[in-house]
């Protein structure tokens, strides 16, 4: 950690670590005990892994209100500036 800014670390989950929504509550879990502000993913294989991520975790994470369902502005940067 330098100052304030924390570097990143790695979670490794993949479809052998539970169904996708042990998989939410578990990334829900580290972003309210402030463990992290964001996830990158990326998927265990290809193709598909994206696609099971999606279908399988996504809608959990919707359901409490930590992705979204829609984006709010017409334009990219309406989206990235808020």
Not at 2 to 17: C, S
Not at 21 to 50: K, N
């Amino acid at each position: 950690m330098i100052g304030d800014v924390h570097h990143h670390a790695h979670v490794v989950l993949d479809e052998n670590d539970g169904t996708g929504e042990q998989i939410a509550d578990e990334l829900t879990s580290l972003f309210l005990e402030h463990a992290c502000d964001g996830f990158m993913v990326s998927p265990a294989y290809l193709p598909g892994g994206f696609d099971d991520f999606v279908r399988d975790v996504v809608p959990p994470l919707q359901e409490q209100g930590l992705f979204r369902r829609a984006y709010e502005g017409a334009t990219l940067r309406e989206n990235l500036r808020g």
